[in-house]
Nanobody, 115 residues
Framework: QVQLVESGGGLVQAGESLRLSCAASGSISSLNGMGWFRQAPGKQRELVAVISSDGRENYGDSVKGRFTISRANAKNTVFLQMNSLKPEDTAMYYC?????????WGQGTQVTVSS
């Protein structure tokens, strides 16, 4: 089992920044990926950014150039720095951990961007 604890969501104005954190604990595989997905009301869950244990990153098209994902492997923690936030970034953000045979989700943290 893997437990994910998210933090850092909140309410900001357009153009401001937020930083999300997600800490994984439990049976952590040495080969894994962690990242963030988001879901707005009435929309499907979509990729925000993921990063593998060897540092490979992948971003959703709508956040490229504005969001940066990073991780602290020693602490099994992933961070999402979100800059130049837009109202359309408003969503519930979910942390994800994946490894061969494993796929876990956090409970989500709300990000709301006002115009």
């Amino acid at each position: 089992q893997v437990q994910l604890v998210e933090s850092g969501g909140g309410l900001v104005q357009a153009g401001e920044s937020l930083r999300l954190s997600c800490a994984a604990s439990g049976s952590i595989s040495s080969l894994n990926g962690m990242g963030w997905f988001r879901q707005a009301p009435g929309k499907q869950r979509e990729l925000v950014a993921v990063i593998s244990s060897d540092g490979r990153e992948n971003y959703g098209d709508s956040v490229k150039g504005r969001f940066t994902i990073s991780r602290a492997n020693a602490k099994n923690t992933v961070f999402l720095q979100m800059n130049s936030l837009k109202p359309e970034d408003t969503a519930m953000y979910y942390c994800n951990y994946y490894a061969p045979g494993d796929d876990y989700w956090g409970q989500g943290t709300q990000v709301t961007v006002s115009s």
